[in-house]
Each structure stands twice: as C-alpha cells, then as structure tokens.
C-alpha cells in the first residue's frame, strides 16, 4: 500500500517570503501522479498542482513549483512571494492511475500554512 | 467553485440516529469518489462510483455506512445509528476524465452528540 508523508505539521512565513513544503511517499508502482491540494479554512479543496511520474520536467504553476524527485520518492512544494490568500492546509496526494478501478487519492496529514502580514 | 456541490454543509445529530448527505457531481463526470475527513488529518477514501455502479469501498466503511449513485447523477450516502467515532468532514470528488485530477465539493461536517 502506498503511504504518503508530511513531515511539517505547521510552517509560518512573513508574506512575500519563498517557502517550501515537504511530502515523501512510499511505492512500488513506477507510473503514478502526485498532487498538492489546498484546504483553506472553512472553504474546500482546490487543486494547486500535478506532477506525473513519466516526467522529469517539474511541474510549475505561477508561483508555485514542485521539486520532484522520483529516486528519492520526494515531492516538494515551494511557493515563491508568498501572500496572505495562501493562508491553509496544504496536503500532499498520490494515485495510482487505473483503467477501471478507483484512481484513490492518498494524502498525507498536511501542513498548516500561516502567512503573516 | 469546484462545480461539485454537497448538501448540507452542516450536520448535528445525536448519537444512534440515521444521516443522509447528498452530492451532485459535475454532470458530464462518471466517476465519484468520497472521502472522510478528521480533524487535523487528510481525507480517506470511502468508496468509488462509475456511473450508477459501486466498484470499490474501503474498510473503513463498516455496514452501518451506505452509499447509492441511482442513474449515475447525484450520490447520496447515508450513515445509520451514528457513533460519535464517524464525526468527520465527508467530502465528495469526481474527476472529468481519466487520470485528471479529482475535483472537490465543499464537504459535508458532522457532528455526533
């Protein structure tokens, strides 16, 4: 089974500052997808960025990047100018694509993110 | 706005009484997924639909927990003789297509007295 971890529970930073949020994973499976999801409070899930595995080229979006590191089973995030609306949990996700079967997302227990003023 | 919509958005129940929530996926997507969700903690798969058709559901959903997707619209999943244990967020996701990623609504939260 596949096991996803975020060593960080909580991570603060003054706004416009560079953070980098950390997930490892655990797998067999040699084609996979990651994800990083936001939960901001009291509002839900939204997609921030995918990686999938067959790619070396790591994943960007605006100021968000990944560093992916398939040998090592490293997935990280790094929010570049950082600004308050990135204020939430931030969960780290695999899945194991499949034909038929359930695509399930695994998550890691997330970290909190504070931006600060 | 995710498109994924989840009714209600709020549940207090006391414990040992049935519970309902519903969820209405994007209409062209024919996968649904749901999740729970504890305090502090990521989401667990629950159970996964194609179409009107449940293919898999996780231990953690014991036989106290049922879900239906009747035509391949909304689901609904319905929790009976609630415990205080299944206080939780249940989230539902459904992805456009394939290996796309899966898109969330806004949970559903219960509470158990």
């Known amino acids: 089974a596949q096991t996803v971890t975020q060593s960080q529970p909580e991570m603060s930073v003054q706004e416009a500052e560079t953070v980098t949020l950390s997930c490892t994973y655990d797998t067999s499976e040699s084609n996979y997808y990651l994800f990083w999801y936001k939960q901001p409070p009291s509002r839900q899930m939204i997609l921030v960025i995918r990686?999938?595995?067959?790619?070396?080229q790591n994943a960007t979006e605006n100021r968000f990047s990944v560093n992916f590191q398939k040998a090592a089973k490293s997935f990280s995030l790094k929010i570049s100018d950082s600004q308050l609306g990135d204020t939430a949990m931030y969960f780290c996700?695999?899945?194991?694509?499949?034909?038929?079967?359930?695509?399930?997302?695994?998550f890691g227990q997330g970290t909190r993110l504070t931006i600060n003023p | 706005d995710t498109g994924v919509s989840q009714d209600p958005r709020h549940k207090i129940t006391k414990r040992g009484q049935n519970v309902t929530f519903r969820c209405d996926p994007i209409s062209e997507h024919n996968r649904l997924y749901w999740y729970r969700q504890t305090l502090g903690q990521g989401p667990e798969f629950l159970t996964y639909?194609?179409?009107?058709?449940?293919?898999?559901k996780s231990r953690l959903l014991s036989d106290r927990f049922s879900a239906e997707r009747p035509k391949g619209s909304f689901s609904t999943l319905e929790i009976q003789r609630t415990e205080q244990g299944d206080s939780a967020m249940y989230l539902c996701?459904?992805?456009?297509?394939?290996?796309?990623?899966?898109?969330f609504g806004p949970g559903t939260r219960l509470t158990v007295l």
């Open positions: 990686q999938e595995a067959y790619k070396q």
């Open positions: 996700a695999f899945m194991k694509p499949s034909l038929q079967g359930a695509q399930k997302l695994v």
């Open positions: 639909f194609q179409n009107e058709a449940q293919l898999e």
């Open positions: 996701a459904s992805p456009p297509r394939g290996n796309t990623p899966q898109f």
